[in-house]
């Protein structure tokens, strides 16, 4: 299965997920998160760092996001983190 790379119509299609999160970190301008500020790469790693670091009520204030918004990236997520080696992008991204 494919996988793109989604951000504001890149196009870049990946045959793994792992290089297109990896592009996503590295070739993506980073964003702060509108609930604490942190600096996070944009893409997958955003949604992950909102998903798992702040409620879901919070995403929704912060980002003015609809529970349609919610389910879509909840789904993304699971989809992603059962198949992606998450280990294998960490040691990619410290180089």
Known sequence: MPWDCGIDGCGETFDDVEPAIIHQATEHERRECKVCGTIVPDGYLSIRHVFTEHSRAE???????????????????????????????????KR
């Open 59 to 93: 995403y929704v204030r912060a980002y003015s996001a609809s529970s349609e918004d919610v389910r879509e990236r909840e789904d993304l997520l699971e989809e992603i983190g059962s198949v992606a080696n998450m280990e294998q992008i960490a040691t990619e991204l």
